[in-house]
């Protein structure tokens, strides 16, 4: 756990200071320096890309946006997930049926199409990335939400809270939704990189962040377009968008355990 | 020669050591019992045997069965020995089957296996097994799955798997734990008869088990053995302050104090309730029907009943956890119903439950603090946080325990400290009724007499009145004014505790009296248990539910249902009342 939070906070604090550090900015083009490759000559650590820019600083910039959206929108699914999956698992019957039917019906749609329509329609805005992505991921969120719930409603202690009369809401909030904590966090940890993946997806297919803003995503998109003549520039954002990932996947287990009040002392 | 020679046996798991230099032998066709509390390593010894243990327990001394040390044997010729010559039967029958496998199939697998035997031989050896346990109609069982047979028939399809390669050793590890009193009697008379010349190891809690059936005794506490010697002679005349300690801790019902009845006015009135679900398949399952009781001032009156009595249905119905079909709940002359947050708060804070299972009825989440404070938040939230902390810590001390366990989470209380808690909780908003379902069940002897204890206490302080559901009539024997036996979600006899112990008037009553188990080797266990097994909530049968298991029915009793009546001086709902007593 130490090592997965000690890169991810190291990532972070060199994707916020890394750039006023860095004599270069991000959208300096300089036409002596295009394709260099990894160097300290002009402080290019990341080298430049095709138009001259240097890559420290984009790459940099591309972590700080793809780790807001992911976090943005795992927030959003963590919301929305965790709040209609208890209500629904709580309250249960004819509520739980309708509401459950309708996550089943925003399942049946081809999410990533729709995705890419509301982009093409309303003109690649970037709070729509968030939305979007939150959108998807709230529906795997509830459902998990929900079959906890179920277990959890049937548990003795929410029995003995309703015969004191304690009120629906506090049964929720104080009774039920600590005990999801473990397996909540868990899975935002899966769904942050969900939701980087789906990020760099959309940024690939250059429906993402819009030049010159960049993120992980679309630096890869440059990258592979350069492959042949300048490897740097695939590799460097796609080997830290792995280590991002994995740090994130590591760091799932450990917070599970951190939120059990049995590893509490 | 001994067939099982244990020496100096230890198993440790990092520095916590479970199994303390334990040395004991077991000859051919002997009945030894391991009994202790829980965290006594009674069954970690079991695994030990058997090379079951987990991964990470370091385990030292040695195993001689037969001649050659378990110890040291490979994982492949261990193999020989586990299943074959020493035969198993653990507590949950249902974890030890494989739900996707027919009963035939599995036992079958078994000899086949081992080269015991193959093809139609095998088939018929099984059906054969089948038989000698007992299991009723064994044709069909032979190719039902595991979740359709009942509790019973699972663990004498276990003991058939055991016995089926004749072990030498047979070990049993709370065999009838999970069942009820009456199928654990014929479970155990079943594994008597079986095992022959095949010893026995058999480890319990349960002092009344081993008592009538085991001809030496280990006691095991805290991973040490304390004593050990013949059955007699250890009841006769313990040596071990522990030992003395469990069997004054283990509940009898055939001695001790018995409370007279009670005479105050009634405090809640029950009439006509019934409880009702509807199953997965849409039929209608009548948990609960017809029951008339009132509780009166100061009172303890216990429910008793096998599973599936509706014990628990009935309070859970009265307390408006779950709706009640029909009847009526009166409670200090006021009509209870609805569900229990339509109830006025004044209802709702005069009745509390204590559950069984401490564990689960604390949430894991939160401090005790919060837990025994959680009522007054909600009935009292004018308080100041240090008013209310002062009366938490006045609940815990009232219960026994102090104000260092307010900052503890519920996984760092024992289990007596959690059920403790619980009935801090219960009892903080001081209500008139308490109502315990299986509150003791889950505890170890001496902690149970210790709440047991605190809940008379309480009541001679402050009147209060509990209703305690129980399956266990050793403890109802020692706390209840007042007895009211179920079965099959009807009340068959309603009578005073010394009434019903020493005249029981229905034959249901009579057969759960016959099958507790006495912690006594003096005193014989009842050879000829009840037969059968409860009868299935959906299907329950014509007339009298309890004919098909009752030696006295007769044509009217399948015919027409008895009514609770007056015979005397209990009430008892059996046509041959008089025949009878």
């Not at chain 2, 139609?120 to 799955?145: C, I, T, W, Y």
């Not at chain 2, 029951?291 to 009265?318: D, F, H, N, W």
């Amino acid at each position: 756990m130490k090592k997965s939070a000690g890169i991810l906070l190291f990532i972070l604090l060199l994707a916020i200071v890394g750039p006023w550090l860095s004599p270069n900015d991000y959208l300096g083009t300089d036409f002596d320096a295009l394709l260099r490759s990894p160097q300290l000559a002009g402080m290019h650590l990341f080298g430049t890309d095709d138009l001259g820019r240097d890559l420290f600083v984009r790459t940099m910039l591309g972590i700080r946006v793809t780790l807001m959206v992911a976090v943005v929108a795992s927030l959003v699914s963590l919301v929305i997930g965790v709040t209609y999956g208890a209500v629904a698992g709580y309250v249960g019957g004819r509520v739980d049926a309708v509401m459950m039917r309708f996550v089943d019906t925003l399942y049946a749609l081809p999410f990533i199409f729709l995705v890419i329509l509301l982009m093409v329609a309303f003109e690649r805005n970037f709070l729509l990335i968030f939305v979007a992505i939150g959108a998807i991921n709230w529906l795997d969120m509830a459902r998990i939400v929900r079959g906890q719930t179920l277990s959890l409603r049937e548990r003795e202690f929410v029995d003995a809270a309703r015969l004191t009369g304690v009120s629906t809401p506090r049964i929720i909030f104080r009774h039920i939704a600590p005990n999801l904590l473990g397996i909540v966090v868990v899975y935002v940890t899966l769904t942050i990189p969900q939701a980087i993946l789906v990020e760099s997806f959309l940024s690939f297919l250059g429906l993402g962040v819009q030049e010159p803003q960049t993120s992980l995503g679309a630096l890869v998109d440059a990258g592979v377009n350069q492959m042949e003549g300048a490897s740097w520039m695939l590799l460097i954002p796609a080997s830290l968008l792995a280590v991002i990932l994995m740090s994130f996947n590591f760091l799932g287990d450990a917070l599970r355990d951190f939120f059990d009040a049995k590893h509490k002392q | 020669m001994s067939l099982l020679k244990i020496k100096n046996l230890r198993v440790s798991y990092d520095d916590d050591v479970v199994v303390d230099a334990v040395s004991f032998s077991i000859k051919r066709g002997e009945s030894v019992g391991i009994v202790g509390e829980s965290g006594s390593g009674k069954s970690q010894t079991a695994l030990a045997i058997l090379g079951l243990l987990s991964r990470d327990a370091l385990v030292s001394g040695s195993i001689v069965f037969g001649g050659q040390d378990l110890l040291t044997l490979s994982e492949r010729k261990l193999d020989r020995v586990r299943g074959v010559r020493i035969g198993m039967v653990f507590q949950d029958p249902m974890q030890a089957l494989n739900p996707y496998m027919r009963i035939g199939q599995q036992l079958r697998q078994i000899l086949i296996q081992h080269e015991i035997a193959a093809g139609s031989g095998a088939d018929a050896k099984v059906m054969a097994m089948l038989n000698k346990v007992g299991l009723p109609d064994a044709e069909r069982q032979f190719r039902a799955f595991p979740h359709e047979l009942s509790g019973g028939m699972r663990q004498r399809v276990m003991i058939a798997s055991a016995l089926i390669c004749e072990p030498e050793l047979l070990i049993a590890d709370e065999p009838t734990t999970a069942l009820d009193v009456t199928v654990q009697a014929q479970i155990l008379n079943q594994l008597e008869e079986l095992r022959d010349d095949t010893a026995l190891l058999l480890i319990t809690h349960d002092l009344g088990i081993v008592a009538g059936r085991c001809e030496r005794l280990l006691v095991l506490e805290g991973g040490k053995l304390i004593e050990s010697g013949a059955t007699v002679s250890i009841f006769g005349s313990p040596q071990h302050a522990h030992t003395k300690k469990l069997l004054a801790a283990a509940p009898r019902i055939d001695r001790g104090e018995i409370l007279p009845a009670v005479g105050g006015r009634t405090v809640l009135g029950v009439e006509g309730a019934s409880v009702g679900y509807a199953s997965a398949s849409k039929e209608q399952l009548v948990a609960v029907s017809d029951v008339c009781l009132s509780l009166r001032e100061a009172e303890t009156l216990a429910i008793v009943g096998e599973s599936g009595s509706g014990k628990s249905s009935l309070v859970r119905g009265l307390l408006g956890l779950i709706p009640m079909r029909a009847g009526r709940v009166v409670y200090a002359g006021k009509p209870l119903h609805g569900p229990v947050q339509a109830r006025a708060a004044s209802q709702r804070r005069d009745l509390q439950l204590v559950f069984q299972d401490p564990v689960s009825a604390l949430n894991p989440q939160m401090r005790v603090a919060s837990i025994v404070g959680e009522p007054l938040l909600v009935h009292e939230p004018k308080q100041s946080a240090a008013q209310r902390r002062a009366r938490v810590v006045e609940a815990l001390e009232r219960v026994g325990l102090t104000a260092g366990l307010l900052r503890r989470y519920p996984h760092q209380l024992s289990g007596g400290q959690a059920q403790r808690v619980a009935i801090a909780r219960a009892l903080i908003l001081k209500p008139r009724i308490l109502i315990c379902d299986e509150a003791v069940a889950a505890l170890d002897g001496s902690v149970r007499q210790q709440v047991l204890k605190l809940l008379r206490d309480v009541q001679a302080e402050s009147g209060l009145s509990i209703i305690f559901i129980s399956h266990d009539l050793g403890v109802v024997r020692s706390i209840a004014h007042r007895v009211a036996v179920m079965y099959l979600g009807r009340l068959v006899e309603v009578a005073e505790t010394a009434t019903l112990f020493s005249r029981p008037a229905h034959p249901y009553t009579r057969a759960l009296l016959a099958a507790s188990p006495v912690p006594d080797p003096l005193v014989a266990p009842s050879r000829v248990p009840l037969k059968g097994e409860p009868p299935s909530l959906l299907k329950p049968p014509s007339g009298c539910a309890f004919h098909p298991r009752c030696d006295f029915a007769e044509d009217a009793c399948r015919e027409s249902r008895p009514e609770l009546r007056e015979l005397n001086g209990t009430r008892v709902a059996c046509h041959r009342g008089e025949d009878i007593s």
